[in-house]
């Protein structure tokens, strides 16, 4: 199976601390995509590459988060200084240029206690 | 801005029983529809889309219908099973917001289908 993979799937960190969360789209798929998921809530974007080059970034994006894809493949995100309302699930998903669907890996849970 | 409203859960049927989830939008353009479905403890997967008004989306027995007229784009499916538990996501992508295909994702409602 090649789908969208995403490591760690868990991750528990003391507030304060920096986490990284990486995701590995579709190989084929050129458009990748962060979104952030509370408890009973749906997923909110956060941000999007079109290969390489981040294209845009949500309000819900402060300068604690950055996101790279540096060789326009795997794509990591980070989180400085996490607060407990980091906590959430952090979701990858990839698509191509070409359809509207948008894959989705199993998500990274954070709790930051 | 986009958004999208569906019916607040948890709805709870039995086996064979037949589902309802409605759900409405609101959106600038002309957008694409969905349905994901969230199994416990594992990402979303794309149920069923419709692309353009009047398209009927279908999979797994799951239906969902684009109607324009109403934004709505409600799934049903005749005969539940266990095995549908999940939360269901409405969603839209609108390429009228920014020419790229952002999500906007309903709240989602959680089903559980009892033997």
């Known amino acids: 199976d090649t789908g969208v993979s995403q490591n760690p799937r868990h991750k528990i960190t003391k507030r304060g601390q920096n986490v990284t969360f990486r995701c590995d789209p579709i190989s084929e798929h050129n458009r990748l995509y962060w979104y952030r998921q509370t408890l009973g809530q749906g997923p909110e974007f956060l941000t999007y590459f079109q290969n390489e080059a981040q294209l845009e970034k949500s309000r819900l994006l402060s300068d604690r988060f950055s996101a790279e894809r540096p060789k326009g493949s795997f794509s990591t995100l980070e989180i400085q200084r996490t607060e407990q309302g980091d906590s959430a699930m952090y979701l990858c998903?990839?698509?191509?240029?070409?359809?509207?669907?948008?894959?989705f890996g199993p998500g990274t849970r954070l709790t930051v206690t | 801005g986009n958004s999208v409203t569906q019916m607040e859960g948890p709805v709870t049927l039995s086996e064979e029983a037949f589902l309802t989830i409605n759900c409405t939008y609101t959106a600038t353009g002309y957008p694409s529809l969905f349905w994901y479905v969230q199994y416990p403890g594992e990402g979303l997967q794309l149920l069923l889309k419709?692309?353009?008004?009047?398209d009927k989306g279908s999979n797994k027995g799951f239906e969902a219908t684009y109607r324009k007229e109403t934004t709505s784009f409600h799934l049903e499916k005749g005969s539940v099973q266990v095995s549908d538990s999940a939360v269901y996501f409405c969603?839209?992508?609108?390429?009228?917001?920014?020419?790229?295909?952002?999500?906007?994702f309903g709240t989602g409602t959680k089903l559980q289908v009892i033997p």
């Open positions: 419709a692309t353009k008004a009047d």
């Open positions: 998903a990839s698509s191509t240029d070409t359809t509207y669907e948008q894959y």
């Open positions: 969603a839209l992508s609108d390429p009228m917001s920014g020419g790229y295909q952002k999500v906007t």
